[in-house]
């Protein structure tokens, strides 16, 4: 699709494509309608914050709006809402700069099938939609997963339990939110690599929000983010029983809805050599709203995370019937501070999630998810993650829980 800003173009304008839809414009139009600029947005933020800004291309997380120029005064730039402690409602959506011409700011790759190996094809087989909705069930089941709440601290026991009946080392670290204090998941599943042994993260955040209503308010959070939650169990639990020549790393944030808090510490606290061994960051978001006719996954990124991205489409034309779309405009999930401190990282979501404005509020329940769609997206995820692993030798596991003094550092387990 095509959508023009208006007729009478001088001939020296943009071309920007946003998937299948291209947008284009030039000054003289720019003098008539106001200066386009891109908005990158979570949900409808900034339509339901400004709906008096005309929007020229609308592409879901992806939007191109007319600004007058100068630009609204009261239209106040996340980075300026952030530094006056405004509450995260203000600080979902970005304005930048419409970029150059014939920038591609969310692309559509053609991508080819694989041959399945037998090992990817055995873990696809293992993945179970009953054990994503049965984890599904109990998380959206809490009355808030509030990243202050008893329900989080409920939920995060249970992730805890669960992994660590697994076979994961588990530990707990606690974490700031505003004046209050919280906590990420951590869960280490140590890999058979005699030296250089890298890690590969899978991660989602575990917190969910009732913006209109409180911190109190229900929450449930059944796609936002109870979905990318269940699914990185799942895609544990499948895991699990090979081994790996590099260690996995399961990671389930709290304090995203707050901003990214989470995650953000986590990073920080990394040390160097820490930072170094990361080969990937998987990060789950809402991934189980069917909003297209098609089931449709966006691979979220930067540059650095473009071999990512590849092996993620690569898999899905091999192990799914997603479509695929890409974007290196990564913006508000768990992925960002990985990306700002130079790791690779790609956010898993789905396709046009800015249909699905249930978030964030007491409408966000366990019927308006899609199993289906959500199993598409871990088949992929799985796919991509065999190659990121990388099989490994066989060596005893555990036979229950693992006792450790700190993340893959088993002191002494019992086999059988």
């Known amino acids: 699709m095509t959508t023009d800003a208006g007729p009478g173009g001088t001939g020296t304008g943009r071309r920007i ?25 979570v949900g409808r933020s900034f339509q339901q914050q400004h709906p008096e800004v005309p929007v020229l291309l609308d592409h879901g997380r992806h939007l191109v709006v007319a600004l007058p120029d100068p630009e609204l005064p009261h239209i106040v730039l996340p980075e300026a809402a952030a530094e006056a402690g405004t509450t995260p409602a203000d600080v979902d959506w970005r304005v930048d700069p419409l970029p150059a011409d014939g920038a591609v700011v969310v692309s559509r790759p053609t991508t080819a099938a694989r041959a399945l190996d037998p090992l990817t094809s055995e873990l696809l087989g293992l993945l179970s939609q009953d054990s994503f909705v049965a984890t599904l069930t109990f998380l959206s089941g809490l009355p808030t997963r509030h990243s202050l ?36 998941v951590v869960a280490d599943l140590p890999g058979t690599g005699e030296g250089g042994r890298g890690v590969v993260l899978m991660t989602a955040h575990l917190d969910s929000i009732n913006i209109a209503g409180g911190p109190s308010a229900p929450a449930p959070g059944a796609d936002d983010n109870g979905s990318g939650s269940a699914g990185v169990l799942e895609m544990a639990r499948v895991l699990r029983g090979r081994p790996w ?19 953000r510490q986590y990073v920080a606290a990394l040390p160097a050599v820490e930072r170094a061994r990361i080969r990937a960051v998987l990060n789950l978001d809402m991934v189980g709203r ?18 990512m991205i590849n092996d993620l489409a690569t898999a899905a034309a091999t192990a799914t019937t997603l479509v695929v779309e890409t974007s290196l405009n990564p913006f508000a999930s768990d992925h960002v ?33 899609t199993p289906a769609l ?25 036979a229950g829980s693992v006792v450790s003094w700190g993340p893959g550092r088993i002191d002494v387990f019992g086999v059988g």
């Open 337 to 369: 501070p990985f990306l700002d401190a130079g790791i690779p990282a790609v956010l898993t979501i789905e396709g046009a999630d800015s249909a699905n404005q249930d978030t964030h509020s007491d409408r966000d329940v366990l019927a308006t998810v």
């Open 17 to 41: 494509t946003f998937g299948d839809q291209v947008f284009e414009w030039d000054e003289a139009t720019a003098a008539r309608t106001g200066r386009p600029a891109l908005v990158t947005q």
């Open 149 to 184: 709440s008893a329900g989080f601290r409920q939920a995060a026991d249970h992730v805890s339990a669960v992994l660590a009946d697994g076979g994961f080392a588990v530990s707990r670290p606690s974490i700031t939110v505003g004046s209050g204090s919280s906590s990420n």
């Open 290 to 307: 069917l909003n297209t006719a098609a089931p449709t996954v966006l691979l979220e990124g930067a540059p650095r995370s473009a071999a």
């Open 245 to 263: 020549r590099h260690d996995l790393r399961v990671i389930l944030f709290g304090g995203e809805e707050q901003g990214l808090h989470g995650s």
């Open 374 to 398: 959500a199993m598409q997206i871990l088949r992929m995820n799985v796919a991509a993650l065999v190659g990121w692993l990388e099989p490994g030798a066989t060596v005893p596991r555990p």
